[in-house]
C-alpha cells in the first residue's frame, strides 16, 4: 500500500520573500527552481519596491507532483491556492467572482530556464456574463468589457478546452467583414459581444462542454493547463534544442489583472534594457495606448517604437528607465521586461534576463565588465562557445549582390544570411529539412509556439507582421537563425501556398528566396553566401581574456599555407595536424602518386617518390612560413593507396568503352592509341585488384604504409626537413614535428623512426642548419592506448586521433553507423551524445586517460594534443582539460570556439 505523500507548501505569494529564501538558505539557484525565472523575479521585484501587480506563485513542485500522479492535484495544493487567492482579495480591495468590484487574474507558466512563448499564458480570469454585463454598464466601457471577455474565452478554449486556435481567429476575421473594418481596433462593443456569444458556441460545439461560468473553475482548469502545457510537444522541442532538462517541471503565476486598453492614458508592452540585437545600451523594444499585452506580440496591430514613449506618455518612460536601470544593475545583466500603463499608473508584469543575439552577447559581457557590474571571468563564462560560432554565419556575398535590388525590408531582429526554398507551414519546413535535406526559409504571417519545430528545422525565418519582440524574434534570437520580421509588402495567402509583392511579383511555395537578417532584406534569388572574418572588437577582448584563462593550448588542422594563416588570424597557437595526403590530391600531382602506386619496378617506384619530394618541399615550407614560431605537426601518409585510384567499377566501364570504340576504328595509327590505352587500363585495373582489401580501414596505412613502401616515409622527412632549413636559414623560426600514424606496437615505431631521424639529421648537417626536430605518434588504436608506456620511450609526443579512436573503441564505422542504427540509439537515448560529436568520457575518455598516465610515467615530459574533429567540441574540450591533455586541434573555424571553451573548462576548475 502506498503511503500519502504529506501535504507540502505549494504556493507562495510575491511578499514571502523571507520564507522562500529561509527554505533555500539565501541560495537563488534553489529559489529559481522551485518558483520558475518568472516566479522568482516578481518575488525579488516585489521586495525591491518595484510596482508588481500582486500574485502568487504554485511551484514545479506541484508540477511534477501533479504530473506524477495522473494529473491530479497533490494534497493541500488547490487549497493554499484560494487561501492565497482570498490573500489577494485583501490586499486589492477586490474580490474574485463579485460583480460589483471583480478580481481578474491572469495565469502565466514559468520555468525554471525561460522559455518564451513555448508554454501556456491565460488573461482575464474570473470574468463572467453577469461581471461584464456590470463592468459595461458601470464602467462606461462596454467595448473594453467585451473585449476582455472574448479574450478570455478565446485563450481558454484553446489552451484549456484543445479548440483549434484558427477556429476563433476565423469568427474574429468573418466579424471583421460583417463589420466593415479592417482591424481589430475598429470592432465596437456589440460586435465583440456576437463574437463572444460565437466563441461558446464554438466550444460547446467542439467539445461538448460549455464554457464554465465559475470563476473558481476557470482559475482550477487554467492552473492544470499550464501545468500540462509542460508536456506538449512545442515545450518538448524547445528544450531538445535549448538543451533544458525534462524533468523541472513548471511553475504558474497567478496575477493580479491590469489593463492597458482603458483609454488613452493606458498602454502595454514589451521592452529590454538593452538592443537584443547588438548589445547597444539603450532601451528597445515595441508599446501600444489602449492595449491588451498579447497584441503587442501577436502582431495584430502595428507597434511604436519604445523611444516613441518619451514623446506620447512621458512621464511614463522616465519611469521605465528608472525601473530598467534599477533591475539590470541588481540582477547584473540585460533585463526583458513586460509593463502595462494603467490609467496612468506604471505596472511591472515580469522581468528575466533577455534573449539576445551572440552579437549582443558579447557587447554586453563586455560592456558590463567596463560598467562595473560584473568580473572579467563572469563575461568570458557568460559567451557561449556555439554562440562564437554566430559570428562565423554566412552573409550575403557583397560581389553577389551588386545590382539585385530587394523585393522587400523589414526589421532586422537576427542577424546572419539564410538561402533556401520557402515553406509556409512550419510542418512542411520540418519534413522538406530532416527528410529531404533541403535548405528552407519558413515564411509565415506570425510565428506561434506551435510552430517551433518548423523554425528550428529552416534556415531562416520571414514574417509579415510582428516587431521586435515577437515570437519571431525572440525565438529566431534564442537559436541563432537569422530572421527578418513585420515584412509588411509581403502578403501571404496560406491556402493557395504562395505569397504577393505589390501587384506584378507572385512566389510560390517550394520557390528560392535570400534573406539579410543583418540589414532586415528579402531578395527574390539563390545568392551565394560567405563567412566573415571575425574582426568584431567586443569579441576580440572576450577572447584576450580568455586566453588568459584557458590553461590548454589551442592548435589547428590545418593542410596549406592559406588554412595556416586563417587559422594563425583566428588564435591558434600552431599546426596539431597536417594531414599530408590531402596534398597529393592535387590535379598536377595525382598522376605522380598513380605512377608511384602501379609502378612496376624499385626503380619506376623511386623516380615517382623522387618526382614528389620538390612539390612537398614547398607545400612544407609555406606552412612553417604561415606559422613561424609556432609547432607545426605533421603527420606522414595515412589513407590505403586504393584512395588515390579509381575504383575498379569505373575502370572496368572505361575498359569496356575503350573496347568497344576500338571496333570502330579504322585507322593503324588509332588502333595502336587504342591498345596502348587499354593495356594501361588493364595494368591499372590490375593494381586496383591487388590493392583491394575488405577493410581498409584497418588494412595497410599509416605506419604500415610506411613500412612496405620506406621511400614514401622517406621522401616526406627529407622534404620536412630540407623546407625547415631552408625556412631557418632566412630567420624563420621553425618548430617542426613528425607524427607517425596508426602505431598499434612499439616496435613499428623503433623500426621506423631510427632510419627517419638519421634522415633529418643528413639534411641538417647538409645544410649546415640546426632546427627543432621531434618524432611522435597518434594514439588512435586501443592497444596503442593500453601500451603507451612503451610506446612513450621512442615517441616524443602523443596526439589522439580521436575519431578513429572512438571508431576503433566501439567497433564501429562512423561512415555507416551515423546514417545507420547509431542515430536509433541516439533517438532512444541509449547514448546521450554522439560519440563522434563529443569524446565518450567512460570508454574513449578512460583509454586516453590510461595512455596518458602510463605515457608520462615513461616520459615526464611528454607532450600531449588531441586533433581528430572532437578538438572543437566544448564537451571534449571540458574532459581534454580534466585529463590533463597539454592542447587541442581543430579546423581554423573552430579555433576562436576552442579557445573559449578551454576558458570556461579552466574557469569551472
Same mark, same amino acid.
Not at 441 to 468: F, N, Q, W, Y
Not at 799 to 811: A, H, V
Not at 903 to 909: F, G, P, S
Given at each position: 500500500?502506498?503511503?500519502?505523500?504529506?501535504?507540502?507548501k505549494?504556493?507562495?505569494?510575491?511578499?514571502?520573500?523571507?520564507?522562500?529564501?529561509?527554505?533555500?538558505d539565501?541560495?537563488?539557484?534553489?529559489?529559481?527552481?522551485?518558483?520558475?525565472?518568472?516566479?522568482?523575479?516578481?518575488?525579488?521585484?516585489?521586495?525591491?519596491?518595484?510596482?508588481?501587480?500582486?500574485?502568487?506563485?504554485?511551484t514545479?513542485?506541484?508540477c511534477?507532483d501533479?504530473?506524477?500522479?495522473?494529473?491530479q492535484?497533490?494534497?493541500?495544493?488547490?487549497?493554499?491556492?484560494?487561501?492565497?487567492?482570498?490573500?489577494?482579495?485583501?490586499?486589492?480591495?477586490?474580490?474574485?467572482?463579485?460583480?460589483?468590484?471583480?478580481?481578474?487574474?491572469?495565469c502565466?507558466?514559468?520555468?525554471?530556464?525561460?522559455?518564451?512563448?513555448?508554454?501556456?499564458?491565460?488573461?482575464?480570469?474570473?470574468?463572467?456574463?453577469?461581471?461584464?454585463?456590470?463592468?459595461?454598464?458601470?464602467?462606461?466601457?462596454?467595448?473594453?468589457a467585451?473585449?476582455?471577455?472574448?479574450?478570455?474565452?478565446?485563450?481558454?478554449?484553446?489552451?484549456?478546452?484543445?479548440?483549434?486556435?484558427?477556429?476563433?481567429?476565423?469568427?474574429?476575421?468573418?466579424?471583421?467583414? #460583417?463589420?466593415?473594418?479592417?482591424?481589430d481596433?475598429?470592432?465596437?462593443?456589440?460586435?465583440?459581444?456576437?463574437?463572444?456569444?460565437?466563441?461558446? #458556441?464554438?466550444?460547446?460545439?467542439?467539445?461538448?462542454?460549455?464554457?464554465?461560468?465559475?470563476?473558481?473553475?476557470?482559475?482550477?482548469?487554467?492552473?492544470?493547463?499550464?501545468?500540462r502545457?509542460?508536456?506538449g510537444?512545442?515545450?518538448?522541442?524547445?528544450?531538445?534544442?535549448?538543451?533544458?532538462?525534462?524533468?523541472?517541471?513548471?511553475?504558474?503565476n497567478i496575477?493580479?489583472?491590469?489593463?492597458?486598453?482603458?483609454?488613452?492614458?493606458?498602454?502595454?508592452?514589451?521592452?529590454?534594457?538593452?538592443?537584443?540585437?547588438?548589445?547597444?545600451?539603450?532601451?528597445?523594444?515595441?508599446?501600444?495606448?489602449?492595449?491588451?499585452?498579447?497584441?503587442?506580440?501577436a502582431?495584430?496591430?502595428?507597434t511604436?517604437?519604445?523611444g516613441?514613449?518619451?514623446?506620447?506618455?512621458?512621464?511614463m518612460?522616465?519611469?521605465l528607465?528608472?525601473?530598467?536601470?534599477?533591475?539590470?544593475?541588481?540582477?547584473?545583466?540585460?533585463?526583458?521586461?513586460?509593463?502595462?500603463?494603467?490609467?496612468?499608473?506604471?505596472?511591472?508584469?515580469?522581468?528575466?534576463?533577455?534573449?539576445?543575439?551572440?552579437?549582443?552577447?558579447?557587447r554586453?559581457?563586455v560592456?558590463?565588465?567596463?560598467?562595473?557590474?560584473?568580473?572579467? #571571468?563572469?563575461?568570458?563564462?557568460?559567451?557561449?562557445?556555439?554562440?562564437?560560432?554566430?559570428?562565423?554565419?554566412?552573409?550575403?556575398?557583397?560581389?553577389?549582390?551588386?545590382?539585385?535590388?530587394?523585393?522587400?525590408?523589414?526589421?532586422?531582429?537576427?542577424?546572419?544570411?539564410?538561402?533556401?526554398?520557402?515553406?509556409?507551414?512550419?510542418?512542411?519546413?520540418?519534413?522538406?529539412?530532416?527528410?529531404?535535406?533541403?535548405n528552407?526559409?519558413?515564411?509565415?504571417?506570425?510565428?506561434?509556439?506551435?510552430?517551433?519545430?518548423?523554425?528550428?528545422?529552416?534556415?531562416?525565418?520571414?514574417?509579415?507582421?510582428?516587431?521586435?519582440?515577437?515570437?519571431?524574434?525572440?525565438?529566431?534570437?534564442?537559436?541563432?537563425?537569422?530572421?527578418?520580421?513585420?515584412?509588411e509588402?509581403?502578403?501571404?495567402?496560406?491556402?493557395?501556398?504562395?505569397?504577393?509583392?505589390g501587384?506584378?511579383?507572385?512566389?510560390?511555395?517550394?520557390?528560392?528566396?535570400?534573406?539579410?537578417?543583418?540589414?532586415?532584406?528579402?531578395?527574390?534569388?539563390?545568392?551565394?553566401?560567405?563567412?566573415?572574418?571575425?574582426?568584431?572588437?567586443?569579441?576580440?577582448?572576450?577572447?584576450?581574456?580568455?586566453d588568459?584563462?584557458?590553461?590548454?593550448?589551442?592548435?589547428?588542422?590545418a593542410?596549406?599555407?592559406?588554412? %595556416?594563416?586563417?587559422?594563425?588570424?583566428?588564435?591558434?597557437? $600552431?599546426?596539431?595536424?597536417?594531414?599530408?595526403?590531402?596534398?597529393?590530391?592535387a590535379?598536377?600531382?595525382?598522376?605522380?602518386?598513380?605512377?608511384?602506386?602501379t609502378?612496376?619496378?624499385?626503380?619506376?617506384?623511386?623516380?615517382?617518390?623522387?618526382?614528389?619530394?620538390?612539390?612537398?618541399?614547398?607545400?612544407?615550407?609555406?606552412l612553417?612560413?604561415?606559422?613561424?614560431?609556432?609547432?607545426?605537426?605533421i603527420?606522414?601518409l595515412?589513407?590505403?593507396?586504393?584512395?588515390?585510384?579509381?575504383?575498379?567499377?569505373?575502370?572496368?566501364?572505361?575498359?569496356?568503352?575503350?573496347?568497344?570504340?576500338?571496333?570502330?576504328?579504322?585507322?593503324?595509327k588509332?588502333?595502336?592509341?587504342?591498345?596502348?590505352?587499354?593495356?594501361?587500363?588493364?595494368?591499372?585495373?590490375?593494381?586496383?585488384?591487388?590493392?583491394?582489401?575488405?577493410?581498409?580501414?584497418?588494412?595497410?596505412?599509416?605506419?604500415?604504409?610506411?613500412?612496405?613502401?620506406?621511400?614514401?616515409?622517406?621522401m616526406?622527412?627529407?622534404?620536412?626537413?630540407?623546407?625547415?632549413?631552408?625556412?631557418?636559414?632566412?630567420?624563420?623560426d621553425?618548430?617542426?614535428?613528425?607524427?607517425?600514424?596508426?602505431?598499434?606496437?612499439?616496435?613499428?615505431?623503433?623500426?621506423?623512426?631510427g632510419?627517419?631521424?638519421?634522415?633529418?639529421?643528413?639534411?641538417?648537417?647538409?645544410?649546415?642548419?640546426?632546427?627543432?626536430?621531434?618524432?611522435?605518434?597518434?594514439?588512435?588504436?586501443p592497444?596503442?592506448?593500453?601500451?603507451?608506456?612503451?610506446?612513450?620511450?621512442?615517441?616524443?609526443?602523443?596526439?589522439?586521433?580521436?575519431?578513429?579512436?572512438?571508431?576503433?573503441?566501439?567497433?564501429?564505422?562512423?561512415?555507416?553507423?551515423?546514417?545507420?542504427?547509431?542515430?536509433?540509439?541516439?533517438?532512444?537515448?541509449?547514448?546521450?551524445?554522439?560519440?563522434?560529436?563529443?569524446?565518450?568520457?567512460?570508454?574513449?575518455?578512460?583509454?586516453m586517460?590510461?595512455?596518458?598516465?602510463?605515457?608520462?610515467?615513461?616520459?615526464?615530459?611528454?607532450?600531449?594534443?588531441?586533433? $581528430? #574533429?572532437?578538438?572543437?567540441?566544448?564537451?571534449?574540450?571540458?574532459?581534454?582539460?580534466?585529463?590533463?591533455?597539454?592542447y587541442?586541434?581543430?579546423?581554423?573555424?573552430?579555433v576562436?570556439?576552442?579557445?573559449?571553451?578551454a %576558458?570556461?573548462?579552466?574557469?569551472?576548475?
Open positions: 500500500m502506498t503511503t500519502p505523500k504529506t501535504p507540502g505549494y504556493v507562495y505569494l510575491f511578499n514571502e520573500y523571507d520564507d522562500v529564501m529561509a527554505k533555500f539565501g541560495e537563488w539557484d534553489g529559489v529559481r527552481g522551485l518558483l520558475g525565472g518568472k516566479g522568482a523575479n516578481l518575488l525579488d521585484a516585489t521586495r525591491l519596491g518595484i510596482p508588481v501587480p500582486p500574485g502568487f506563485t504554485v514545479t513542485e506541484g511534477n501533479y504530473l506524477d500522479a495522473r494529473e492535484f497533490p494534497g493541500g495544493l488547490w487549497e493554499q491556492a484560494l487561501e492565497s487567492i482570498a490573500s489577494l482579495e485583501t490586499m486589492t480591495g477586490k474580490k474574485f467572482g463579485d460583480a460589483d468590484n471583480p478580481l481578474l487574474v491572469s502565466r507558466s514559468g520555468a525554471r530556464f525561460s522559455m518564451p512563448g513555448m508554454m501556456d499564458t491565460i488573461l482575464n480570469i474570473g470574468l463572467t456574463d453577469e461581471i461584464v454585463e456590470v463592468l459595461a454598464s458601470r464602467a462606461h466601457r462596454p467595448r473594453f467585451w473585449d476582455i471577455y472574448r479574450r478570455l474565452i478565446h485563450m481558454f478554449g484553446s489552451v484549456v478546452m484543445d479548440v483549434p486556435d484558427e477556429v476563433f481567429e476565423a469568427v474574429i476575421t468573418a466579424q471583421r467583414r #460583417e463589420s466593415g473594418v479592417k482591424a481596433t475598429e470592432l465596437d462593443a456589440a460586435a465583440w459581444k456576437a463574437v463572444t456569444i460565437r466563441f461558446k #458556441e464554438i466550444i460547446r460545439t467542439y467539445t461538448g462542454k460549455e464554457f464554465p461560468t465559475d470563476p473558481y473553475e476557470q482559475l482550477r482548469q487554467a492552473t492544470e493547463a499550464v501545468f502545457s509542460w508536456n510537444k512545442r515545450a518538448r522541442d524547445y528544450r531538445n534544442a535549448s538543451d533544458i532538462p525534462h524533468d523541472l517541471g513548471t511553475a504558474v496575477q493580479t489583472m491590469v489593463f492597458g486598453n482603458l483609454g488613452e492614458d493606458s498602454a502595454t508592452g514589451v521592452f529590454m534594457s538593452r538592443n537584443a540585437t547588438t548589445g547597444e545600451p539603450h532601451l528597445e523594444g515595441d508599446f501600444l495606448i489602449n492595449a491588451q499585452g498579447e497584441d503587442v506580440v502582431g495584430t496591430r502595428q511604436m517604437r519604445i516613441e514613449m518619451a514623446d506620447s506618455m512621458p512621464e518612460f522616465e519611469q528607465q528608472k525601473i530598467s536601470t534599477r533591475l539590470e544593475k541588481h540582477h547584473r545583466n540585460m533585463q526583458d521586461m513586460e509593463f502595462t500603463v494603467e490609467q496612468g499608473k506604471m505596472w511591472l508584469l515580469q522581468t528575466r534576463d533577455g534573449k539576445r543575439t551572440a552579437q549582443a552577447e558579447v554586453i559581457a560592456d558590463m565588465v567596463d560598467e562595473g557590474l560584473i568580473s572579467r #571571468e563572469e563575461a568570458v563564462s557568460r559567451v557561449q562557445p556555439d554562440q562564437v560560432d554566430f559570428f562565423l554565419h554566412p552573409q550575403l556575398d557583397p560581389e553577389a549582390l551588386q545590382g539585385v535590388k530587394p523585393i522587400a525590408s523589414g526589421l532586422n531582429v537576427s542577424p546572419g544570411a539564410a538561402v533556401g526554398i520557402i515553406a509556409f507551414e512550419p510542418d512542411l519546413a520540418e519534413r522538406w529539412a530532416k527528410e529531404d535535406g533541403k528552407v526559409i519558413l515564411v509565415r504571417p506570425e510565428t506561434r509556439p506551435d510552430d517551433v519545430h518548423g523554425m528550428l528545422a529552416s534556415k531562416g525565418v520571414v514574417t509579415s507582421k510582428g516587431g521586435r519582440t515577437s515570437h519571431a524574434a525572440l525565438v529566431a534570437r534564442q537559436f541563432g537563425k537569422p530572421a527578418v520580421v513585420g515584412v509588402e509581403i502578403e501571404i495567402d496560406l491556402d493557395n501556398h504562395l505569397m504577393r509583392i501587384e506584378d511579383l507572385t512566389i510560390k511555395e517550394g520557390e528560392s528566396i535570400s534573406i539579410d537578417g543583418n540589414n532586415g532584406l528579402v531578395y527574390y534569388a539563390n545568392l551565394p553566401t560567405v563567412v566573415p572574418d571575425i574582426q568584431n572588437p567586443y569579441l576580440i577582448k572576450i577572447l584576450q581574456w580568455a588568459g584563462f584557458r590553461k590548454l593550448g589551442v592548435r589547428a588542422n593542410d596549406y599555407p592559406d588554412d %595556416a594563416k586563417r587559422a594563425r588570424d583566428y588564435g591558434a597557437e $600552431g599546426i596539431g595536424l597536417c594531414r599530408t595526403e590531402h596534398m597529393f590530391f590535379e598536377e600531382r595525382l598522376p605522380i602518386m598513380q605512377r608511384m602506386i609502378a612496376s619496378s624499385a626503380a619506376e617506384r623511386a623516380e615517382a617518390i623522387a618526382g614528389l619530394l620538390p612539390m612537398q618541399r614547398t607545400d612544407f615550407e609555406g612553417f612560413r604561415a606559422m613561424e614560431g609556432q609547432p607545426v605537426i603527420r606522414l595515412d589513407p590505403p593507396l586504393h584512395e588515390f585510384l579509381p575504383s575498379s567499377h569505373d575502370l572496368m566501364l572505361e575498359l569496356t568503352d575503350l573496347k568497344l570504340r576500338m571496333q570502330h576504328l579504322s585507322s593503324l588509332e588502333m595502336d592509341k587504342a591498345l596502348e590505352d587499354i593495356a594501361a587500363k588493364s595494368r591499372l585495373l590490375e593494381r586496383v585488384e591487388t590493392l583491394a582489401e575488405s577493410n581498409p580501414m584497418l588494412g595497410t596505412r599509416g605506419v604500415r604504409l610506411g613500412m612496405l613502401i620506406p621511400g614514401l616515409y622517406n616526406q622527412v627529407q622534404a620536412i626537413y630540407e623546407a625547415a632549413c631552408r625556412c631557418a636559414a632566412d630567420g624563420v621553425v618548430h617542426p614535428e613528425v607524427m607517425i600514424p596508426l602505431v598499434t606496437h612499439v616496435g613499428e615505431l623503433n623500426m621506423i623512426v632510419p627517419l631521424t638519421e634522415i633529418a639529421d643528413r639534411v641538417m648537417a647538409e645544410a649546415g642548419v640546426e632546427v627543432p626536430k621531434m618524432f611522435g605518434t597518434m594514439i588512435e588504436i592497444r596503442a592506448a593500453l601500451t603507451a608506456g612503451e610506446i612513450a620511450a621512442t615517441a616524443e609526443f602523443f596526439s589522439f586521433g580521436t575519431n578513429d579512436l572512438t571508431q576503433t573503441t566501439y567497433g564501429i564505422s562512423r561512415d555507416d553507423a551515423e546514417t545507420g542504427f547509431l542515430v536509433h540509439y541516439l533517438q532512444t537515448r541509449l547514448l546521450t551524445d554522439n560519440p563522434f560529436t563529443s569524446i565518450d568520457p567512460e570508454g574513449v575518455g578512460r583509454l586517460q590510461i595512455a596518458i598516465d602510463e605515457g608520462r610515467k615513461a616520459r615526464d615530459n611528454l607532450e600531449i594534443g588531441v586533433c $581528430g #574533429e572532437h578538438g572543437g567540441d566544448p564537451k571534449s574540450i571540458q574532459l581534454c582539460h580534466d585529463l590533463g591533455v597539454d587541442v586541434s581543430c579546423s581554423p573555424f573552430r576562436p570556439i576552442a579557445r573559449l571553451a %576558458a570556461h573548462a579552466a574557469l569551472m576548475a
